[in-house]
Structure formats: structure tokens, C-alpha cells
């Protein structure tokens, strides 16, 4: 499983976080936003970070692998894919704080536009 893509505690907990290929914001309601850059947020900390092997992809790996080769093939779980999860503290210029869970994508795109 990956990561929520939330905020897990502090302000604007259990809003939702998402990103396009230029922004990053907190899903406020329906049409508002926070969008996550340099003008909204003072400072970046990140606690953890993690990689979490995908159980679905693990036991279909498997099964196909078993499958098809045997019970060598069950060796073929240990290929499942690795799903970075990161937890992040935001402070926000307006003095909020947020504990997020995100995922490569979304930390990585926080990190450069932050930077």
C-alpha cells in the first residue's frame, strides 16, 4: 500500500494533498486550495522516509512466478515494486503546521519547489 497523500496530524489534518505537473496543494474544500510553495510554506523537515514493498504486487508476482516456474518461481516476489513513503512537517508562513504522508512523486515535487 502507499503513501495517503494526506496530512495525518496538525492543521488541515485529514485534508488531502495533489499535484499536477507544475503544483502541489491541500485539497481545502471543492474548489479551494493551499497550493504548497515558496510563498505558503517557511520551513520543510522531513522525518521518514521509507520504501514499502506493494503486498499486491508481491503475492501477483508470486503466484504468476509459481505458476509458470514452479515453485522457483515464487522467487519472483522479491522483484515487486517499492513505493517510496515519506513523512514530512510543514510549517506554513501564516505559522500552521501540517504532518503529511506522501509519496516519491509528491515529495520529490515538494522538495524542488521548495527549495
Known amino acids: 500500500m502507499g503513501a495517503k497523500n494526506q496530512i495525518i496530524e496538525g492543521d488541515y489534518k485529514n485534508k488531502l494533498i495533489s499535484s ?7 485539497v481545502l474544500g471543492w474548489v479551494k486550495r493551499l ?3 515558496k510563498t505558503t510554506v517557511k520551513d520543510i523537515e522531513v522525518l521518514s522516509s521509507e520504501e514499502k514493498i506493494s503486498g499486491t504486487s508481491a503475492v501477483a508476482r508470486g503466484v504468476l512466478g509459481a505458476f ?3 515453485s522457483a518461481g515464487l522467487l519472483a516476489a522479491t522483484s515487486a515494486k517499492k513505493k517510496g513513503v515519506h513523512l514530512v512537517a510543514v510549517e506554513f508562513q501564516d505559522g500552521k503546521k501540517s ?17
Open 35 to 37: 497550493i504548497l510553495d
Open 20 to 26: 499536477n505537473e507544475k503544483e502541489i496543494w491541500i
Open 68 to 70: 509458470v516456474l514452479g
Open 99 to 115: 504532518l503529511m504522508e506522501v509519496d516519491e512523486k509528491i515529495y520529490k515535487k515538494l522538495l524542488i519547489l521548495n527549495f
